[in-house]
T-cell receptor
């Protein structure tokens, strides 16, 4: 079975450019999460969707970040314009339901470097 | 104060040793608890859930102390393959399946 799929796996861009990260959750999962991981701040939740609807985006750093989930099988995280401090590994995760006891399944991550 | 705190380590132990990690959480209303494992340059994966009565999975034992708001993970007979970062994870219960991750404890098992 395919797990969570993320693309690209690596992205190197220059400051000021737009970056779009993509995620395909596990089929049948209703919840989707975007995380950012850095050495300094660890793993931080950016935004959480349930049934394609954003439930909590309080972790989104600022207006430069936006996320969409147009359907149950696809989500994007966009950074515009990108800055060097956005350099991090971005993970997408999905979960079968919104239950507090459910495991979250993570994708392999996108390693973003902003020069 | 961080919401979920862990000793970052690293814990360097020889093969066969027993090692324990603790984690404290700040929200007394927390509902569910987990340990995730993250290998170097890989994604986190669920190791085990933590139940109020404590639970065991092979060489791994997890304990929860709600009164003191801490969670522990005990690894017996450490293997080289146990080398990883162990993330303590808490669900506050306020909005579905949102999780808060600790900073992780790094374990290195040496031959």
């Amino acid at each position: 079975d395919a797990g969570v799929i993320q693309s690209p796996r690596h992205e190197v861009t220059e400051m000021g450019q737009e970056v779009t990260l993509r995620c395909k959750p596990i089929s049948g999962h209703n919840s989707l999460f975007w995380y950012r991981q850095t050495m300094m701040r660890g793993l931080e939740l950016l935004i959480y969707f349930n049934n394609n609807v954003p439930i909590d985006d309080s972790g989104m750093p600022e207006d430069r970040f936006s996320a969409k989930m147009p359907n149950a099988s696809f989500s994007t995280l966009k950074i515009q314009p990108s800055e060097p401090r956005d350099s991090a590994v971005y993970f997408c995760a999905s979960s079968p339901t919104g239950s507090i006891y459910n495991e979250q399944f993570f994708g392999p991550g996108t390693r973003l470097t902003v020069l | 104060r961080k919401e979920v705190e862990q000793d970052p380590g690293p814990f360097n132990v020889p093969e066969g040793a027993t090692v324990a990690f603790n984690c404290t959480y700040s929200n007394s209303a927390s509902q569910s608890f987990f340990w995730y494992r993250q290998d170097c340059r890989k994604e986190p994966k669920l190791l085990m859930s933590v139940y109020s009565s404590g639970n065991e999975d092979g060489r791994f034992t997890a304990q929860l102390n709600r009164a003191s708001q801490y969670i522990s993970l005990l690894i017996r007979d450490s293997k080289l393959s146990d080398s990883a970062t162990y993330l303590c994870v808490v669900n506050w219960g306020n909005a579905g399946n949102m999780l808060t991750f600790g900073g992780g404890t790094r374990l290195m098992v040496k031959p």
